[in-house]
């Protein structure tokens, strides 16, 4: 009987049989069969960094492995098998691998050496070499294989070549034109191999099972897909917004004029459809004889006692109404607070004044609660009475430009430095006064913006001689205040050009032009 060639079940059942492997006395390996065996030289790492990728890579392929074997062709085979949910844990797999995935030296290498090999053996197939001409296999020789088929086999199986995916006959977006039974443009059964190559792929072609007319082309609409809009919040938050108009001081009247004639309108139309009632005429002492004729003609004196009863009773609602609105000290002091607080908001001002004395008490207490009122801080250092003629007074206030602004109107303009108190002193007094206040006068010394508050609040400080006073504004690390103060001179163009400007402004030192006569307007005879 003929030996049969064993089969390739039986064949890839052996090879999963160990070799046995031994060692001549040359010492190389060799198998049962006494064939030599080619063995690389393994290399060991000796960097422990290397040593751990070495033992990930190891637990890699034991896992693989163990996938493959246990329990994968069972899953596969299982009428309850998804693949879907292979394909998903491979996606995951390939997203755990990081950011980059670089590729590793020899991988091109590798492909290409498979690729040769993969030539070889469809050579092989088509019988155009003798065995005795090929070379390139480590593990069989020309003198154990008895045919080109059996090295084709054994080569197919060492490899393990895949093959490139087949190019589609119908992509995945054209298959909804087809019929649920034709899938695909598969040619016919009758048609050869040959035929196929030399032949184009035409839709409609004799050698093909599905025609034209099979298509469903009814599918084919001029209807557009839109994407579901997304909802984005901050965009529609600025739709929402109302920008805020700056009107002028003349759009603002006629704003309020419109706004009050369409009020008007709305009341005259509800008092003409009956929802509200009319207001009472609005009698007077000059017109209650029109509007309450036949009163009037009946009873003259008791219809004008009523008019009057009516006239006075409106004054009292208008002062009640004006009561209602006043504020009261605490909502008024809250008031100016806000307004001086949004003052300093926009920047802190300084403002240093040189004073000569303050011997009248209505001086002082002006100086002293006008900068309260306008919540102003700093300081105003008053020396003793021996010292008027030696020491001048200072003056350094801290606030917004308006408050600031303010001050320096009081000062420079409005206080009368050379008046006396009219009451309440003697006349011993008001004569020892009048020696002390012989030449008082007051001046700015200088005005600039700084970056925030030095001084926490205002207060008067008495002092008794100019060390003291040093010592009070060197604690606030401004005792260059003194300096200027004491150096300061009247006179000084600076103070000049700013006392002209401030009496330019100041309408009680505006000179009356006088009118000159007009030649061409011709007097009224009488």
């Given amino acids: 009987s003929k030996m049969r060639e064993p089969s390739d079940q039986e064949a890839s059942k052996k090879e999963l049989h160990p070799a046995t492997v031994k060692i001549d006395d040359r010492g190389r390996f060799v198998d049962s069969k006494g064939n030599i065996l080619a063995m690389g030289t393994e290399l060991i790492s000796t960097m422990k960094i290397n040593q751990k990728k070495e033992k990930e890579t190891k637990m890699k392929q034991m896992m693989k492995v163990q996938k493959e074997t246990f329990g994968a062709v069972a899953r596969r085979e299982s009428k309850f098998y998804d693949s879907s949910l292979e394909d998903a844990q491979r996606k995951r797999e390939r997203k755990k691998l990081g950011a980059f995935s670089f590729i590793e030296q020899g991988t091109y290498q590798r492909k290409g050496e498979m690729i040769r090999k993969q030539q070889t053996l469809e050579i092989l197939d088509a019988g155009e070499v003798q065995i005795g001409n090929l070379s390139g296999s480590a593990t069989a020789t020309a003198d154990n294989i008895a045919s080109s088929s059996a090295l084709t086999r054994i080569l197919s199986r060492s490899l393990k070549v895949k093959g490139p995916d087949p190019i589609p006959d119908v992509e995945w977006w054209d298959a909804n034109l087809l019929p649920p039974d034709k899938k695909s443009f598969n040619p016919k059964d009758s048609v050869t191999a040959a035929e196929r190559q030399a032949f184009p792929k035409e839709i409609g072609g004799s050698m093909y099972s599905i025609t034209e007319k099979d298509l469903l082309l009814k599918r084919i609409t001029d209807l557009v897909q839109h994407p579901v809009p997304v909802k984005n919040e901050y965009i529609e938050k600025i739709n929402h917004t109302a920008v805020k108009v700056l009107l002028t001081d003349k759009e603002k009247k006629k704003v309020t004029r419109i706004k009050r004639i369409e009020k008007e309108k709305d009341k005259r139309e509800k008092i003409r459809l009956g929802i509200m009632l009319p207001p009472p005429p609005k009698v007077k002492m000059s017109n209650y004889l029109q509007i309450l004729s036949k009163e009037a003609v009946a009873d003259p004196s008791k219809t004008e006692a009523?008019?009057?009863?009516?006239?006075?009773?409106r004054k009292m609602q208008h002062l009640r109404h004006n009561l209602e609105r006043k504020l009261t000290p605490q909502q008024k002091f809250e008031k100016m607070r806000r307004k001086m607080n949004r003052d300093i908001g926009e920047e802190c001002r300084t403002a240093l004044f040189r004073i000569e004395n303050l011997v009248s008490p209505v001086h002082r207490f002006k100086v002293d609660v006008n900068a309260q009122q306008?919540?102003?801080?700093?300081?105003?250092?008053?020396?003793?009475?021996?010292?008027?003629?030696?020491?001048?007074?200072?003056?350094?206030?801290?606030?917004?430009?308006?408050?600031?602004?303010?001050?320096?109107?009081?000062?420079?303009?409005?206080?009368?430095?050379?008046?006396?108190?009219?009451?309440?002193?003697?006349?011993?007094?008001?004569?020892?006064?009048?020696?002390?206040?012989?030449?008082?006068?007051?001046?700015?010394?200088?005005?600039?913006?700084?970056?925030?508050?030095?001084?926490?609040?205002?207060?008067?400080?008495?002092?008794?001689?100019?060390?003291?006073?040093?010592?009070?504004?060197?604690?606030?690390?401004?005792?260059?205040?003194?300096?200027?103060?004491?150096?300061?001179?009247?006179?000084?163009?600076?103070?000049?050009?700013?006392?002209?400007?401030?009496?330019?402004?100041?309408?009680?030192?505006?000179?009356?032009?006088?009118?000159?006569?007009n030649p061409k307007k011709k007097k009224k005879k009488k």
């Fill in 306 to 313: 009523e008019v009057k009863k009516m006239i006075e009773a």
């Fill in 374 to 517: 306008l919540m102003l801080t700093g300081l105003c250092i008053i020396p003793d009475k021996s010292l008027l003629k030696t020491m001048p007074i200072l003056v350094v206030v801290e606030g917004g430009p308006y408050a600031i602004k303010k001050y320096k109107k009081l000062l420079l303009r409005r206080m009368k430095w050379l008046s006396l108190p009219e009451t309440g002193i003697t006349e011993e007094e008001k004569a020892q006064m009048q020696k002390d206040i012989e030449g008082n006068k007051s001046a700015l010394v200088w005005e600039g913006t700084v970056k925030k508050r030095i001084f926490d609040k205002w207060k008067v400080v008495d002092v008794r001689n100019e060390m003291e006073a040093r010592r009070v504004l060197a604690d606030k690390a401004v005792d260059h205040y003194w300096n200027m103060v004491i150096s300061y001179k009247y006179g000084d163009a600076t103070t000049e050009i700013k006392n002209i400007q401030t009496n330019s402004n100041n309408p009680t030192t505006k000179k009356k032009k006088k009118k000159l006569p």
